[in-house]
């Protein structure tokens, strides 16, 4: 569904008019027309947001994407799509001139959850996983450093022995660094810089710091740490319980003796649910294909014991067959 939004976009610069530009212009096309509760506003990817609200104690996710090829929670089964007046599900906005304004201009799509608990699951998930996103892109720029544990490591063992002429070393290098365009992965360098000078205030008492702005500055240096290895349980906690179904793996080895030599070849099926598939590309494909529909009884609980005992003019070698069941992601990370 198309609709055209004839304000002044450039008003909309803060979350505050968002939400009554999302409350006022795009709700209503959904059959939203109560006052909604909003409560977070989460970047999922580079041109995706979800937006999430409550109309009597209901949790929804109003999804932004530059373009529709993906909504972030638009697969999960803890949400259920809302169908707009005309019966479709996605809402294209723009406004004249075709001017593109990120959460405004773009493709909507609201969802309705279903199940809160797996939901703020997803939502951590798909948050932590950005995040992980940008880190690696950080990693990745030449212009990204990696050395906030390094600066603290030097830093703390300084202030604990009152080595002032290595906390000043240390704020000499921070600003050297940072006046070259460097920038540290993580923590800001403006605050570890202000750290050693807390640090180094401590050793001459010059008062200019309390307690409660050291303890703070060090509450946010070592919160940001913590954030990645955070980020990287939210995922694995979210992804073990959510490795999906299994299929079922067969390899088998098939031999022949042609001028006395003798050649191997490996035979590879996967049984997923009723569905055969043969993730190698090779010739004994058709034979195969052709054994297991002549023999339809054959099925992912009974194929280790019926694997054909001929393939062409190859013999099944006796005690090769290897059935394994996998999940599907993990299928895809093995080179057959």
Same mark, same amino acid.
């Given at each position: 569904?198309?609709?055209?939004?004839?304000?002044?976009?450039?008003?909309?610069?803060?979350?505050?008019?968002?939400?009554?530009?999302?409350?006022?212009?795009?709700?209503?096309?959904?059959?939203?027309?109560?006052?909604?509760?909003?409560?977070?506003?989460?970047?999922?990817?580079?041109?995706?947001?979800?937006?999430?609200?409550?109309?009597?104690? $209901?949790?929804?996710?109003?999804?932004? !994407?530059?373009?529709?090829?993906?909504?972030?929670?638009?697969? !999960?089964?803890?949400?259920?799509?809302?169908?707009?007046?005309?019966?479709?599900? $996605?809402?294209?906005?723009?406004?004249?001139?075709?001017?593109?304004?990120?959460?405004?201009?773009?493709?909507?799509?609201?969802?309705?959850?279903?199940?809160?608990?797996?939901?703020?699951?997803?939502?951590?998930?798909?948050?932590?996983?950005?995040?992980?996103?940008?880190?690696?892109?950080?990693?990745?720029?030449?212009?990204?450093?990696?050395?906030?544990?390094? $600066?603290?490591?030097?830093?703390?063992?300084?202030?604990?022995?009152?080595?002032?002429?290595?906390?000043?070393?240390?704020?000499?290098?921070?600003?050297?660094?940072?006046?070259?365009?460097?920038?540290?992965?993580?923590?800001?360098?403006?605050?570890? #810089?202000?750290?050693?000078?807390?640090?180094?205030?401590?050793?001459?008492?010059?008062?200019?710091?309390?307690?409660?702005?050291? #303890?703070?500055?060090?509450?946010?240096?070592?919160?940001?740490?913590?954030?990645?290895?955070?980020?990287?349980?939210?995922?694995?906690?979210?992804?073990?319980?959510?490795?999906?179904?299994?299929?079922?793996?067969?390899?088998?080895?098939?031999?022949?003796?042609?001028?006395?030599?003798?050649?191997?070849?490996?035979?590879?099926?996967?049984?997923?649910?009723?569905?055969?598939?043969?993730?190698?590309?090779?010739?004994?494909?058709? #034979?195969?294909?052709?054994?297991?529909?002549?023999?339809?009884?054959?099925?992912?609980?009974?194929?280790?014991?019926?694997?054909?005992?001929?393939?062409?003019?190859?013999?099944?070698?006796?005690?090769?067959?290897?059935?394994? !069941?996998?999940?599907?992601?993990?299928?895809?990370?093995?080179?057959?």
């Amino acid at each position: 569904m198309h609709k055209e939004y004839t304000g002044d976009i450039k008003t909309l610069l803060n979350q505050a008019s968002l939400e009554n530009y999302y409350t006022d212009f795009v709700l209503p096309e959904f059959g939203m027309t109560q006052q909604p509760i909003w409560n977070r506003h989460v970047k999922t990817d580079p041109d995706n947001f979800i937006h999430l609200f409550s109309v009597n104690n $209901i949790q929804y996710a109003l999804a932004f !994407d530059d373009y529709p090829s993906g909504f972030s929670v638009e697969k !999960d089964t803890s949400v259920t799509p809302v169908q707009l007046h005309n019966g479709e599900s $996605i809402l294209h906005v723009d406004s004249p001139y075709d001017t593109y304004r990120e959460n405004v201009t773009g493709y909507f799509m609201l969802f309705k959850v279903i199940n809160d608990g797996a939901f703020e699951h997803l939502v951590d998930y798909i948050e932590a996983a950005y995040e992980e996103l940008q880190q690696r892109w950080r990693v990745e720029s030449s212009s990204f450093v990696d050395m906030t544990r390094d $600066i603290l490591q030097l830093a703390e063992t300084a202030s604990q022995n009152h080595d002032k002429s290595s906390l000043y070393a240390l704020q000499n290098i921070i600003e050297a660094i940072s006046a070259v365009g460097v920038v540290n992965n993580g923590v800001e360098l403006e605050t570890l #810089e202000e750290y050693t000078k807390i640090l180094l205030d401590a050793e001459f008492g010059y008062e200019h710091f309390t307690t409660h702005d050291r #303890e703070r500055v060090a509450s946010e240096i070592y919160g940001t740490l913590s954030k990645e290895l955070q980020n990287t349980i939210t995922i694995q906690k979210y992804e073990s319980g959510h490795l999906g179904q299994t299929v079922r793996l067969v390899n088998a080895m098939y031999a022949r003796i042609d001028d006395g030599m003798t050649e191997g070849i490996t035979a590879t099926v996967v049984f997923d649910d009723e569905k055969i598939t043969y993730p190698t590309d090779h010739f004994i494909n058709e #034979e195969l294909k052709k054994y297991f529909s002549e023999n339809n009884y054959i099925s992912r609980s009974n194929v280790d014991q019926h694997m054909p005992d001929n393939l062409g003019e190859y013999r099944l070698v006796a005690g090769t067959v290897h059935v394994r !069941d996998v999940f599907r992601r993990e299928l895809h990370n093995i080179t057959f």
